[in-house]
Structures are given as C-alpha cells and as structure tokens.
C-alpha cells in the first residue's frame, strides 16, 4: 500500500508519519509525505527525535506534493492529512482516487524553541497510536470499512 501523508510544510508531522508508517508497515506499506507548500528543509528537531528513536533520516526531505502527482509517480491507495484545522492551517486537498483521511496533529514546529522536545515527543507519540491503529487493521475490510476505520483514527488523541 502507498500512502502520502501531505501536511503543508512538510517538514515535521508529515515526516514523523512517513517514518513511523514506514517502519511499523514493516514493508507492507510504503509512505511518502509532501507538502502544499513545502519549507525546502526537515525541521531539525524531527530529525534529531527520529534519530533519537533509531530511525534512518538520510533520505528524509522537505518536498512539494507536485512530484506526486508527476509522470511516473507511484500511484497512492491513500492519502493522509496531518495539518491541525483547529490551528486554522489549510490543509492540501490531493486529486484523484486515492482513499483519504484527516489525522490532525498539532505543529509542534510552532512551538518555541525551548518547548521543541516536548511538542515534537507528544506530536510524535499522537501520531504513534494512529499509524499502530492503522497498521493493526484488518487486510479484508471493504473500502467502505476501511474510509470508516480511518475516520475512527483521526478521532484518536
């Protein structure tokens, strides 16, 4: 399953989801994130959280959700939306066919420096129940079950 995960930076909770959906999809799940208007830089503490926790960051970049939907791209079977409404962001609307889902977080990347660790820690740890709710799922649910299920994630605190 191919999953984006767009956000409109791309630059914290978008990458803390590729990475944790990537790593718990354990192969089963390949997840790529983007941005409607991307900073051009992964926020540096997403990326000193994720090293903290093992994760490989070598690849991990802020980019424009247009190379998704350029020839070639691979084709996604759902899209996911990380931008906190409550925090009046707009939030990308992706085109097409894909299933799609809204799990605000959010952006710890607003935080004052001195509070990076703890937002980026409880951002990273909302977003941990969600990819684990998502990766636990049933493989034979409908595409009804599945829209509804993950509706039920977003829900999630």
Known sequence: MNILVLCTGNSARSILLEHLLNKLGAGK?????A??????KVHPQSLTL???KG????????KSWD???????PEMDLV???????AGETCPIWPGAPLRAHWGIEDPASASESDWQEAFET?????????????ALPKDLSQLELQEELQNIGALS
């Open 80 to 86: 996911v939306t990380v931008c906190a409404s409550a």
């Open 35 to 40: 941005g409607s208007q991307p900073t051009g």
């Open 123 to 135: 951002a990273y740890e909302k977003l941990s129940r969600k990819a684990k709710a998502f990766v």
């Open 29 to 33: 799940i390949t997840a790529y994130s």
């Open 55 to 62: 994760y490989d960051t070598s690849a991990a970049r802020s």
């Open 50 to 52: 994720l090293n903290e």
């Open 67 to 73: 190379e998704f939907s350029a020839d070639g791209a």
